[in-house]
Every structure is written in structure tokens, then in C-alpha cells.
């Protein structure tokens, strides 16, 4: 079993930056490729961004990319979502997920371990 757990949410303006943290514990996340979710109110869950296990392979919502970056470093067990460039749209609560393939995935249910989320709120 992993838990997963993010943190470094928070209000900004629009423009504005954030970096969200994802730290595993448990097991090592090291085998596991991870990925970026966000939901926000009134609105189904949807994919913001993925990475491989080693982090050679990245996946981005075309909503995000450009702004968005992903990134992960295995020797401290914690996944990165660096969030630059925020628009009002990007308001949700976003999620850390992790799963047992090597590669980036998209797809919410081949996901098999899931944070609580974190809230971020941008303000225009």
C-alpha cells in the first residue's frame, strides 16, 4: 500500500505560481508512475499532467501545458506539480495519484492509489 499526500495548495492571484507537493510513504514510489488530477466545483475529476517512473516520459492536458510542469524525485519519495501562469479556470481541488505501470497514463481509473487533495484558488 502506498499514501499519498499533497500538499502546497493555496490562494493566488491570477499569474500568480504554486508548487504542489505529493509525498509517498509506505512503500517506495520509485516503480510507480505518477500523475496530477484536478476537480473542480461542478465538474467531473479530469487529468492535469503524468510522469514516468524515472521521469523521461511527461503527459499534460493541453489545458496546462506550457504552463505546467511535472517532476518527481524518487530519492525523496515525492512527486511536483509546478503550476505557473494561473488563470481562474485552474481553480480545483487537485489530486496526487499513483499506478503500478512504468509509463504516463491519462486515465483516472487505471490509477491505483489516490491523495486526500490539495485546494487551489485563483482569484481574478
Known amino acids: 500500500q502506498i499514501q499519498l499526500e499533497e500538499s502546497g495548495g493555496g490562494l493566488v492571484q491570477a499569474g500568480g505560481s504554486l508548487r504542489l507537493s505529493c509525498v509517498a510513504s509506505?512503500?517506495?514510489?520509485?516503480?510507480?508512475?505518477m500523475g496530477w488530477f484536478r476537480q473542480a466545483p461542478g465538474k467531473e475529476r479530469e487529468f492535469v499532467a503524468a510522469?514516468?517512473?524515472?521521469?523521461?516520459?511527461?503527459s499534460y492536458a493541453d489545458s496546462v501545458k506550457g504552463r505546467f510542469t511535472i517532476s518527481r524525485d524518487n530519492a525523496k519519495n515525492t512527486g511536483y506539480l509546478q503550476m505557473n501562469s494561473l488563470k481562474p479556470e485552474d481553480t480545483a481541488v487537485y489530486y496526487c495519484?499513483?499506478?503500478?505501470?512504468?509509463?504516463?497514463?491519462?486515465?483516472?481509473?487505471?490509477?491505483?492509489?489516490w491523495g486526500q487533495g490539495t485546494q487551489v484558488t485563483v482569484s481574478s
Open positions: 510522469i514516468s517512473w524515472i521521469g523521461r516520459s511527461v
Open positions: 509506505g512503500r517506495t514510489i520509485s516503480s510507480y508512475a
Open positions: 495519484a499513483a499506478h503500478r505501470n512504468i509509463a504516463p497514463i491519462r486515465t483516472e481509473s487505471e490509477y491505483d492509489y
